[in-house]
Nanobody, 125 residues
Framework: QADLVESGGGLVQAGGSMRLSCAAS????????MGWFRQAPGMERKFVAA????????YYTDSVKGRFTISRDNGKNTAYLKMDSLLPEDTAVYYC??????????????????WGQGLQVTVSS
């Protein structure tokens, strides 16, 4: 079984909503921060959102603030990314990530311990 399993994604119209899920193995990643990145075609992978283990520290890239919400359910070892008011420029492959701290996710990608398999999110205009 993979350490990180993503679900959700697909096609949605502009202005719509979508939720991504990322289930982690508690045995492999106890008390870790989790986050999301995205990679558009021809572009580098970029930070989207991060949340600490407790859930009281959340961070977003400027372009998604007010539209995306990251959360987690530690009982299910799962993180979520709720995306509202989606725009065509949100189209990308979205990757879940696990690291020791939210700082590692936000600023130090090489310290990400595990990546999800990636989910295609396509927003049509």
């Amino acid at each position: 079984q993979a350490d990180l399993v993503e679900s959700g994604g697909g096609l949605v119209q502009a202005g719509g909503s979508m939720r991504l899920s990322c289930a982690a193995s508690e045995q492999t990643f106890p008390h870790h921060a989790m986050g999301w990145f995205r990679q558009a075609p021809g572009m580098e992978r970029k930070f989207v959102a991060a949340i600490n283990w407790v859930g009281d520290g959340v961070y977003y890239t400027d372009s998604v603030k007010g539209r995306f919400t990251i959360s987690r359910d530690n009982g299910k070892n799962t993180a979520y990314l709720k995306m509202d008011s989606l725009l065509p420029e949100d189209t990308a492959v979205y990757y879940c990530a696990v690291a020791s701290t939210t700082r590692d996710i936000r600023d130090r990608q090489p310290r990400v311990r595990q990546w999800g398999q990636g989910l295609q999110v396509t927003v049509s205009s």
